[in-house]
T-cell receptor, first 112, second 117 residues
Framework: KAGVTQTPRYLIKTRGQQVTLSCSPISGHRSVSWYQQTPGQGLQFLFEYFSETQRNKGNFPGRFSGRQFSNSRSEMNVSTLELGDSALYLC???????????FGPGTRLTVL | AQKITQTQPGMFVQEKEAVTLDCTYDTSDPSYGLFWYKQPSSGEMIFLIYQGSYDQQNATEGRYSLNFQKARKSANLVISASQLGDSAMYFCAMREGRTGGSYIPTFGRGTSLIVHP
């Protein structure tokens, strides 16, 4: 089975721009979660989607949004980028909401 | 308060020796799950082992075992016979039980393990 894939792997943007990151879960998995990882804050939960519905949301501003499509693929969007948004963004999928999560390789976003 | 505490920012171990990575947690929920992940320099988080709060026995997965001491709220990861490829960041995480079956995981700050030849 193919693992979780994330695109793009690397991204450089400037302040004020917006960005969309994509995640394709493991085939058959219906839950997708997003995390932000920075040296200062560690790994922080952004949101979780299950069957196209957002089930949980972490403590992030409204500039961070996401969605999930009927094929379980998910996208997250960050609008009006700030320097502090530079991070590794990790996507994880699981078969059901409370199952073990499998992570993708991440998208490394740099905001200049 | 920190829900997951990993007190060892860095650990060094000789190849083929065993190493224990510490993790303590804080929750008032009787139902929770504890996870350990490995993150090599490539960035991908790799699931290692899971322990449920109601599991009677300590979890084991190959060279990995979880020393679960519920009363002390600790869930230490033991890696036996360390290999050079074990050099990575290791994260302890917890998912607390929630009505409705949805769990939001929290992660510790991680421990950097370096295995020396």
């Amino acid at each position: 089975k193919a693992g979780v894939t994330q695109t793009p792997r690397y991204l450089i943007k400037t302040r004020g721009q917006q960005v969309t990151l994509s995640c394709s879960p493991i085939s058959g998995h219906r839950s997708v979660s997003w995390y932000q990882q920075t040296p200062g804050q560690g790994l922080q939960f952004l949101f979780e989607y299950f069957s196209e519905t957002q089930r949980n949301k972490g403590n992030f501003p409204g500039r961070f949004s996401g969605r999930q499509f009927s094929n379980s693929r998910s996208e997250m969007n960050v609008s009006t980028l700030e320097l502090g948004d530079s991070a590794l963004y990790l996507c994880a999928s699981s078969a059901e909401l409370d199952n073990e999560q499998f992570f993708g390789p991440g998208t490394r976003l740099t905001v200049l | 308060a920190q829900k997951i505490t990993q007190t060892q920012p860095g650990m060094f171990v000789q190849e083929k020796e065993a190493v224990t990575l510490d993790c303590t947690y804080d929750t008032s929920d009787p139902s929770y799950g504890l996870f350990w992940y490995k993150q090599p320099s490539s960035g991908e988080m790799i699931f290692l082992i899971y322990q449920g709060s109601y599991d009677q026995q300590n979890a084991t997965e190959g060279r990995y075992s979880l020393n679960f001491q519920k009363a002390r709220k600790s869930a230490n990861l033991v890696i036996s016979a360390s290999q050079l490829g074990d050099s990575a960041m290791y994260f302890c995480a917890m998912r607390e039980g929630r009505t409705g079956g949805s769990y939001i995981p929290t992660f510790g700050r991680g421990t950097s393990l370096i295995v020396h030849p």
